[in-house]
T-cell receptor, first 114, second 113 residues
Framework: NAGVMQNPRHLVRRRGQEARLRCSPM?????VYWYRQLPEEGLKFMVY????????ESGMPKERFSAEFPKEGPSILRIQQVVRGDSAAYFC????????????FGPGTRLLVL | SQELEQSPQSLIVQEGKNLTINCTSS?????LYWYKQKYGEGLIFLMM?????EEKSHEKITAKLDEKKQQSSLHITASQPSHAGIYLC?????????????FGQGTTLQVKP
């Protein structure tokens, strides 16, 4: 009974490169959430997706960040032209439905921008 | 906007001692979650509380939500080194069903053998 899977676990990028973070939700879960944990800061909501739909992206920076959850395959969080300030731990969570259901978190991807 | 305040920020206890972590909201909570995070790892779900006055227990951990649904406490009985980590409370940002969780800043627990 696999939990939420994220890969890679660690990612190093140079400024200006692209970062692609992947998240496979728990089996049977169709709701995915992305959160970011900056150094010395708390966990902050970024985006909420269902299959092929973005439900709420109010926490996403307006530029360079995008997310998708296609019909087949994992959810992807994409960061274009990364900057040092993007260095953080990015967590994905999933739930069975969005109706006050518990969100189960993955192990996170730690992004370091050099 | 709603915020979650956790206290204390950090805690060092001797193995075998009891401890309590508090989580206070500026607004009514429609779902309060407790998670544990080990350094460098993901969040492990502990418990969810929804109703005022609700109390849940799992092994040596008990979580309560007050009647007004603005404060929750997490109590660990007879702490063990395996309880060490960062405890986070989270709640739905809206009035119950937005899917957006906000989190407290976390309480770091160390348990001395």
């Amino acid at each position: 009974n696999a939990g939420v899977m994220q890969n890679p676990r660690h990612l190093v990028r140079r400024r200006g490169q692209e970062a692609r973070l992947r998240c496979s939700p728990m089996k049977g879960h169709s709701h995915v959430y992305w959160y970011r944990q900056l150094p010395e800061e708390g966990l902050k909501f970024m985006v909420y997706l269902q299959k092929e739909n973005i439900i709420d992206e109010s926490g996403m920076p307006k530029e360079r960040f995008s997310a998708e959850f296609p019909k087949e395959g994992p959810s992807i969080l994409r960061i274009q032209q990364v900057v040092r300030g993007d260095s953080a731990a990015y967590f994905c969570a999933s739930s069975f439905s969005g109706l006050q259901e518990t969100q189960y978190f993955g192990p996170g991807t730690r992004l370091l921008v050099l | 906007s709603q915020e979650l305040e956790q206290s204390p920020q950090s805690l060092i206890v001797q193995e075998g001692k009891n401890l309590t972590i508090n989580c206070t909201s500026s607004k009514t909570l429609y779902g309060l979650y407790w998670y544990k995070q080990k350094y460098g790892e993901g969040l492990i779900f502990l418990m969810m509380l929804q109703k005022g006055g609700e109390e849940k227990s799992h092994e040596k951990i008990t979580a309560k939500l007050d009647e007004k649904k603005q404060q929750s406490s997490l109590h660990i009985t007879a702490s063990q080194p395996s309880h060490a980590g960062i405890y986070l409370c989270g709640a739905d940002k809206g009035s119950g069903n937005t899917g957006k969780l906000i989190f407290g800043q976390g309480t770091t627990l160390q348990v001395k053998p």
